[in-house]
C-alpha cells in the first residue's frame, strides 16, 4: 500500500513539474517574442516566407496574385499576414508542451520538429484557403472562418498531435 502512495506522490510531483515548467517556457517564450528587436528580426522575416509560401500556392488558382513583405493580393483585394496569423503562438505552445514533457532529449526534438511541420502545413493551408474564400465569399464568412473555425483548427490539430506524440513515445519506450 506504501509504493502505491509512493507512486501516486511521485506521479503528482512529475504531473506539477510539468505543468510549471510548460507554463515558465509558454510565457518566457510568448514574452522573448515580443521584444521588438526579435519581432523585427525573426518573427517579420518568418512572417514574410509564409507570405511567399502561400503566393506560391495561390498562383496555382489565380496567376494575378502578387506578393509584397506580408501582403498577398489579386485586383483589389489584398491580405496582410499579421502577428498571430502566422502561426507563433501555435508553435510556442506546441514547442513548450513537446519541451516540458519529461521525456530524452531526443525524442522531445523529433516531437518539435514534427508538431512544426504540421502547425506550418495547416497554417499554409488556412491562409491560402481563406484568401480562396474571401476572394469568392463575403466578408461575414471570411470573419467567422478567420475568427473563429480556421484557427481552433490549427490549435486543436497542435492539441491532438501531442497527445498522440506523447502516447507513442510511452508506447515506444514501454
Known amino acids: 500500500m506504501v509504493s502505491s502512495a509512493a507512486s501516486a506522490k511521485s506521479s503528482n ?10 507554463g515558465a517556457l509558454v510565457i518566457g517564450l510568448t514574452l522573448l517574442v515580443q521584444y521588438p528587436w526579435i519581432n523585427q528580426q525573426l518573427i517579420l522575416p518568418y512572417t514574410e516566407s509564409i507570405a511567399w509560401l502561400s503566393y506560391g500556392v495561390l498562383r496555382l488558382f489565380d496567376p494575378g496574385v502578387t506578393v509584397s513583405s506580408t501582403i498577398i493580393q489579386s485586383g483589389q483585394l489584398a491580405v496582410d499576414i499579421r502577428k498571430g496569423c502566422d502561426g507563433v503562438v501555435a508553435t510556442l505552445i506546441l514547442i513548450s508542451a ?5 521525456l530524452n532529449w531526443h525524442q522531445r526534438f523529433w516531437g518539435t520538429v514534427w508538431g512544426y511541420l504540421l502547425i506550418q502545413i495547416l497554417n499554409l493551408i488556412r491562409i491560402v ?3 480562396l474564400l474571401i ?6 464568412i471570411f470573419d467567422f472562418f478567420h475568427t473563429y473555425v480556421s484557427q481552433f483548427i490549427v490549435i486543436a490539430a497542435a492539441m491532438v498531435f501531442w497527445i498522440y506524440w506523447v502516447g507513442r513515445q510511452k508506447t515506444v519506450a514501454g
Open 13 to 22: 510531483v512529475e504531473v506539477l513539474r510539468f505543468i510549471a515548467l510548460f
Open 135 to 140: 476572394q469568392r465569399g463575403s466578408h461575414q
Open 129 to 131: 484557403g481563406l484568401f
Open 98 to 102: 513537446c519541451l516540458a514533457y519529461p
